[in-house]
């Protein structure tokens, strides 16, 4: 049964900083495109990031480029997300997400595997 299970959200106060983590089992990721997702109260949830299987290639929504910086460990199956400058609008619940075909982010593509999300909240 593949799990993944993301950590690291809380309360923060605007400017502060985050590291989410999310940790996958069940099967190796490894070569698996992975990403961040975040659903904000009232909204629909939109993509932040993504990371492929070795890292080398990231992408990023404008609204987090330059703060928000993911990476990946698959010695550890993990994922991360490293948030800085954080904003009250980027409050959300934070999902994690991988990808059971395809190396590297495809923006039409669906994720196959989700986690059950990591609350974020940024006060001003």
């Known amino acids: 049964q593949v799990q993944l299970v993301e950590s690291g959200g809380g309360l923060v106060q605007a400017g502060g900083s985050l590291r989410l983590s999310c940790a996958a089992s069940?099967?190796?990721?490894?070569?698996?495109?992975m990403g961040w997702f975040r659903q904000a109260p009232g909204k629909e949830r939109e993509f932040v990031t993504a990371i492929s299987w070795s890292g080398s290639n990231t992408y990023y929504a404008d609204s987090v480029k330059g703060r928000f910086t993911i990476s990946r460990d698959n010695a550890k199956n993990t994922v991360y997300l490293q948030m800085n400058s954080l904003k009250p609008e980027d409050t959300a619940v934070y999902y994690c997400?991988?990808?059971?075909?395809?190396?590297?982010?495809?923006?039409?593509?669906?994720?196959?595997?989700w986690g059950q999300g990591t609350q974020v909240t940024v006060s001003s």
């Open positions: 069940g099967r190796t990721f490894s070569h698996n495109a």
């Open positions: 997400a991988a990808s059971r075909r395809y190396s590297d982010y495809r923006p039409n593509y669906e994720f196959d595997y």
